[in-house]
């Protein structure tokens, strides 16, 4: 059965997808995030889909239930890399992708999903209780 691999990254999950989703590869994925987000307590999803062509309304859909499952279960999700044409797309299906934070690039995935953690998941503080200024 064909998965997309999910790399873990300190407090955050990374997903690349490479190829175009078909539905049941779709729910493979939507399924495998969301055990790795309860089995790690990861606290940051960031999806890569600069390599998908084309993003359907069910694969939309998708993208809105794990930011919403993601969220539900202490974790915050940013869509990276998304094509012109897709976002197009999206907004000519109605889509809105309602609780996806997204961001152009995975550097700036990685800044937000860091951003939101810290608005919503505590301090920036290092294990010596000391300010984290790495933010500045």
């Known amino acids: 059965m064909d998965r997309i691999p999910i790399l873990k990254m300190g407090p ?6 490479q190829v175009d989703l078909y539905d049941r590869l779709a729910l493979n994925l939507e399924n ?9 307590e990861a606290k940051g999803v960031l999806i890569d889909i ?4 084309i993003v359907d309304s069910f694969m939309g859909r998708i993208l809105g239930n ?3 499952m993601s969220r539900i279960m202490d974790a915050e ?13 999206l907004v000519e ?7 996806v934070h997204t961001a152009l690039n995975v ?9 939101l953690i810290g608005l919503y998941g505590g301090s920036n503080e290092d294990e010596e ?3 984290d200024d790495r933010n500045d």
């Open 66 to 68: 794990i930011a919403s």
């Open 32 to 40: 495998d995030l969301i055990s790795m987000v309860s089995k790690t």
């Open 50 to 53: 600069s390599a998908v062509s």
């Open 12 to 17: 955050y999950l990374l997903v690349t997808i």
């Open 93 to 99: 299906l109605g889509l809105t992708l309602q609780g």
């Open 107 to 115: 550097e700036k995935g990685m800044e937000l999903l860091q951003d």
């Open 129 to 131: 209780g000391e300010p």
């Open 77 to 89: 999700t940013v869509v990276v890399g998304m094509q012109p044409a897709v976002a197009i797309t």
